[in-house]
């Protein structure tokens, strides 16, 4: 009575370098491809489509629009589930209060103290615009760091306005 030999190890060994060979020249082949069709945020219309959204920006002094941004820091805790919980948005607003820019010496008092009431909720809320792929990509679009975002406002259903320290960028 014979036995079916099994294939020696060896052979096993050459064959999972062969697929390894394989597999790493497939990703190596792949890479350059995939950085190719990377999108950058730099045109409008891919920010339209990636966040699917119009996105908007003004330039305002921080004097002419204290009264909404205290108000909106005053809601920030409830502001912050319906962050979460957005996924679409027809219209998103970024106010660049010029003014409170950190190169400007950062916020005015009425509203660095406001903040400071409210440092854990804005805290939070910072996070969950890096968590919401909408609105980070939004603020990311204009070159807007989370960290500079003092409140939201929901003004609309479907509408969203971001206030931020911060000056355009070029």
Do not use: C
């Not at 730099?42 to 305002?60: H, K, L």
């Not at 979460?84 to 106010?95: A, E, M, Y």
């Not at 609105?135 to 609309?156: C, T």
């Amino acid at each position: 009575m014979t036995l079916a030999s099994l294939p020696d190890s060896r052979w096993l060994s050459d064959v999972r370098w062969l697929h390894a060979v394989a597999a790493a020249a497939f990703l190596a082949v792949s890479l350059p491809q995939t950085a190719l069709n990377a999108q950058g945020l730099q045109s409008p219309e891919t920010v339209d489509r990636i966040v699917g959204s119009q996105v908007n920006q003004e330039e305002a002094k921080t004097t002419a629009e204290i009264g909404k941004v205290n108000s909106a820091i005053d809601r920030t805790r409830e502001n912050i589930s319906t962050v979460r919980k957005t996924s679409k948005l027809d219209k998103v607003d970024i106010v660049f209060l010029t003014d409170a820019a950190r190169s400007e010496g950062g916020p005015p008092p009425a509203i660095e103290n406001k903040v400071r009431q409210h440092q854990d909720d804005v805290t939070e809320l910072r996070k969950e615009i890096e968590a919401n792929a909408l609105l980070y990509n939004a603020i990311e679009s204009r070159r807007v760091l989370a960290e500079d975002v003092l409140a939201v406002e929901f003004d609309d259903p479907g509408k969203i306005v971001i206030y931020a320290a911060a000056k355009p960028s070029g």
